[in-house]
């Protein structure tokens, strides 16, 4: 794997910091789409964190098979094709580099890649930067989610009073009971995740939020994502969601670079991790 | 402000058994450094080659397919330099302060590096798109042959992305308030700085991209080539070539998401033949002169 660090100059390497480590967004090379992770490496470096971009397999300028289908790669990396080199990566860089753990993150699939592997970064991984997470499924993946479920509601009175009252042709006919019936399962069940989500990866997710690891998640404003996401969080426990702070960039779009986004997306991103990690930081760039 | 470290710079690429070096280069006056990786022949080089890459979200669209060229490149026996423009990717400085005269710097630079390493050697140019305009022009002067994929004038080349730039912006953000291409150009010509895929063009580039024309080496003897592409406008030669080579089977490869490789070998092998005739006509000018 290729990759590039941004070190902070006269940085006391002894000092067990904090770095944020970058994945591809999809097949982008490291710099990512406009270079948006060159300029918040950049920005984050001047305050003080070591910035880390790496290009995955086959991506970039690292070595392996280039993938000639990008979304073979997405179906792959959804199988944990990736997995254990970035948790590989993620040691390697916390030794030679004395870090005390990381941050994790990226644009689009780069975010959903470091929540793939929270379990296993252990006591390594001490936050998530996700720009954009894209964290549906891919086609085939959720075909099988949908005949999974469709499985299983044979065998659980909780689905089967999701069916009942949902938007499909076998609902109609529970209308008259249908606000009885919600009722009934809004007290037993927690929210849900929607059908296309990747249920392993969220749960990775939701388990690791629940230790106290901090995510910062900036999404385009009212795009589809904002509220996609925003689903995905609602089902995490409601007195652990504190530790996620979404930041919303106005009149933006998927790769964050319309408009002032790349600025914003880095203020956001200075400002949660100087605040996150306060004695890792250096304010305004002072003592640089 | 911050250091970028260059240790843990070199390495063996495994399908390929060569060697991949990446390192800085200082270019110009301003303090600029340019991220240029040298792909090492395997065995005895015949030659080397500087691969031009585009500029803007060409160059994100681009780069795997040069990276797949080098290697192919130097496992047959050529090494090659490939490199970001300042500004740009890798290298260090911000876009709005470079325009299309400083990047032909660079790639000036790299032929250095490579003329350096390969005293008697012929050296080539390959370019594609941007990196093809301004290899042209700097094939003028320097490059044993060269190679040109996709060619295209400066200020149509901007033009191009502006306007594949909107198309996105429509299609990402179908609500927003957004400017004409024509609306836009005003504003550059006026000054401002536009952020155009995130890369901030300023009135500078603008301005210097009308001066940059792609260039037919005339009555040239140096071996050059052009490469056309599916579905993309013919180079403007100003008559038939012998030298001018369509490329059928190979679409835009460096516009197609989510993919951004060239799908076939098609493109490396039309390089590597060109490279094997401009080695084979270098030694043969050499024994001539001998």
Redesign the interface.
């Known amino acids: 794997m290729v990759g590039t660090v941004h070190v902070p100059a006269g940085a006391d390497p002894e000092c067990g910091r904090v770095g944020l480590l970058l994945l591809n967004g999809g097949p982008v090379p490291r710099a990512g789409s406009g270079d948006l992770s060159a300029y918040l490496s950049d920005r984050l470096a001047e305050r003080g964190v070591p910035c880390f971009r790496f290009d995955l397999q086959g991506l970039g300028e690292s070595t392996g098979p280039s993938w000639s289908d990008g979304d073979q790669f997405w179906r792959k990396a959804q199988r944990g094709y990736n997995d254990a080199a970035v948790v590989e990566l993620v040691e390697y860089l916390c030794e030679r580099f004395k870090l005390r753990g990381i941050m994790l993150g990226g644009l689009c699939a780069g975010g959903v890649l470091s929540l793939r592997v929270a379990r296993s970064l252990g006591p390594r991984l001490l936050g998530f930067v996700l720009l954009e997470p894209n964290i549906r499924a891919s086609p085939a993946v959720t075909r099988m989610e949908k005949f999974r479920r469709l499985v299983s509601r044979l065998g659980s009175l909780d689905e089967l009073l999701a069916m009942m009252t949902g938007t499909n042709r076998y609902a109609r006919l529970f209308r008259p009971i249908q606000p009885q019936l919600r009722r009934i399962l809004e007290r037993r069940t927690p929210v849900r995740l929607p059908v296309d989500a990747q249920k392993g990866t969220v749960s990775q997710w939701r388990q690791v939020t629940c230790n106290g690891v901090p995510s910062l998640i900036v999404v385009a404003q009212d795009r589809d994502i904002d509220h996609y996401i925003e689903n995905v969080v609602s089902t995490f426990p409601q007195a652990k969601r504190a530790v996620i702070r979404t930041v919303r960039i106005p009149n933006s779009n998927h790769i964050l670079l319309a408009e002032d986004s790349r600025q914003r997306t880095g203020d956001a991103l200075c400002a949660w991790v100087m605040e996150s990690f306060p004695g890792h930081t250096v304010v305004d760039g002072a003592g640089l | ?5 260059a240790d843990d710079c070199s ?1 063996v ?3 390929t058994g060569t060697r991949e070096e ?1 390192r800085y280069l200082d270019v110009g006056d301003d303090g600029g450094q340019i991220y240029l ?1 040298h792909h090492h022949a395997r065995g005895k080089a015949r030659g080397g080659v500087v691969l031009c890459g585009s500029i803007n ?1 060409d160059r ?1 669209g681009c ?2 397919t040069l ?2 060229i080098a290697r192919e490149l130097a496992f047959n026996g050529f090494d090659v330099v490939r490199f970001d423009y300042r500004g ?3 290298s260090t400085g911000d ?1 709005d302060d470079y325009c299309f005269s400083d990047w032909m710097q660079d790639i000036e630079a790299c032929i250095g590096v490579l003329r350096e390493k390969l005293p008697g050697l012929p050296v080539g140019l390959w370019g594609i798109r941007a990196g093809a305009l301004l290899a042209s022009e700097v094939f003028r002067k320097a490059g044993d042959g060269a190679l040109f994929c996709a060619p295209m004038d400066g200020q149509p080349f901007l033009q191009g992305i502006l306007r594949r730039s909107l198309v ?2 429509m299609l ?2 179908p609500n ?1 308030k957004r400017s004409s291409r024509e609306a836009i150009i005003a504003a550059l010509e006026s000054g401002e700085l536009v ?1 155009v ?3 901030a063009w300023s009135k500078r580039l603008w301005q210097d991209a009308a001066t940059h024309r792609f260039v037919v080496p005339a009555d040239d003897s140096r071996p050059w080539q052009v490469v056309d592409f599916t579905d993309f406008p013919r180079a403007n030669l100003g008559g038939e070539h012998e030298s001018h080579r369509r490329l059928s089977s190979v679409g835009r490869f460096w516009e197609a ?5 060239a ?1 076939d070998s098609s493109l490396r092998d039309i390089t590597l033949a060109w490279l094997v005739s401009m080695s084979d006509f270098c030694n043969t000018i050499a024994v001539t002169l001998l």
């Open positions: 402000m911050y250091s970028i470290t390495f690429d495994p399908a990446i990786v979200a994100e780069l795997r990276v797949d740009i990717g890798e876009f996105n912006d990402g953000r927003a952020n895929d995130g890369y998401t989510p993919t951004r490789v799908k």
